[in-house]
């Protein structure tokens, strides 16, 4: 049977999925392997170094940088809080003496008989890594992370903002034609990963944000709400450190888009399942797509179907999304791969592939409009 590689989202009802949670500098793991963990657990940590204050207090204290280190009272290394006196001018006579009280506290980390400038070092800053994924520990990482894995339902969309997000599923819409709008949001919903159908709209999401909604994942999104939300045009840069108050996932789109009716009922045969969201998406230079993690429970957990014979390939029968004008969007199965190239409208030849629509109509198009829905 003719093949041919093309890349894909992946939406599967159960997966063997790992996770791999590291710090960026080295620390402490708290897990060794073997250990049971939940999505929220703490599964490493460390400090950041805190942020530098540099103070001149050559001309604080109107003073030759030379003479800077003769008037300090604290040392380097040593502790300074809010209003200590950190140093003190000899003054004329005794008297008339300028002072300096620490406004910042932290540690002084150097002080420059060259320049006369003070530099504090602020309060490390504390910095944790969460599990994410509810399941085993499978590997170590010494000082620095762990290995995370369980089977879930997985579905990856199209793109997403905002970071890493945890919450029962809960469906505000019938139908995944269904537009999710702010009527459907209710305050029930609060620290729930909401799922609509068709696009989701601005008012939607800005009272998903008010409740309290974890996260909100839809079909699509129009860009010019996407610019209200965030307050400015996305360009090309890595996603998901926006700080919104909550996590958008469109699986399909934008515009007019409905959620693909395979992923919808994925969504809800889960419902009440507690998930995983995390909206980062990076298109260039190394794709990163948004995910949503459903852990199954050792009573619920279907047999894994294996991706290893599916692969990344267009075979007969795949699910494939097509993700080019005039059919943007739409969702059908592989019919057909000539092996020969055809002469497109625009007059280039390329290679093409038939694809039976949900309509029952059949389209041919090349293939580098279409995007597999992997298994």
């Keep these: 049977m003719a093949k041919a590689y093309t890349p894909g989202l992946k939406v599967s009802t159960s997966a063997r999925h790992q996770a791999r949670r590291l710090l960026p500098i080295q620390g402490d793991v708290l897990v060794a392997v073997g250990d049971r963990v939940e999505a929220q657990q703490v599964v490493a940590q460390t400090f950041m170094p805190g942020d530098i204050t540099p103070l001149n207090l050559s001309k604080l204290l109107a003073m030759p940088p030379a003479d800077v280190q003769e008037a300090m009272l604290k040392r380097a290394g040593d502790r300074v809080d809010i209003g200590d006196v950190l140093a003190r001018s000899k003054g004329i006579f005794g008297m008339f003496r300028a002072e300096h009280v620490a406004k910042v506290a932290g540690t ?168 995983a969201v995390n909206g980062a998406t990076q298109i260039r230079a190394g794709v990163l797509r948004p995910e949503i993690v459903i852990p199954h429970t050792a009573v619920d957990a279907p047999e894994v179907r294996g991706a290893a014979g599916s692969g990344s390939y267009l075979e007969i029968g795949r699910p494939v999304r097509i993700i080019r004008d005039p059919y943007f969007g739409l969702i059908g199965s592989v019919s057909a791969l000539p092996a020969e190239p055809l002469v497109l409208e625009s007059g280039s030849r390329a290679r093409v592939l038939e694809v039976t629509l949900g309509s029952g109509d059949s389209v041919t198009i090349p293939r580098a409009n279409v995007e597999l829905i992997e298994d």
């Design 108 to 275: 002084i980390e150097s002080v420059s008989a060259v320049t006369g400038q003070v530099i504090i070092r602020g309060e490390p800053l504390p910095l944790q890594v969460k599990a994410y994924l509810a399941g085993t520990v499978t590997e170590i990482v010494p000082k620095e992370g762990c290995l995370v894995e369980a089977v879930v339902s997985f579905i990856q969309g199209i793109f997403g903002v905002g970071g890493e997000a945890f919450g029962p599923i809960r469906m505000a819409c019938k139908t995944h034609e269904q537009e999710l709008t702010d009527d459907l949001i209710k305050t029930d919903m609060k620290g729930c990963v909401v799922v609509g159908g068709a696009r989701m709209t601005e008012l939607a999401i800005e009272k998903a944000r008010e409740v309290g909604v974890a996260a909100v994942v839809s079909g699509g999104i129009d860009d010019q709400d996407l610019k209200k939300l965030l307050g400015y045009d996305l360009g090309v840069a890595i996603t998901g450190s926006e700080q919104i108050g909550i996590t958008v996932i469109v699986t399909e789109g934008f515009g007019e888009i409905a959620m693909a009716e395979r992923t919808f009922s994925l969504f809800n045969s889960r419902e009440g399942a507690e998930a």
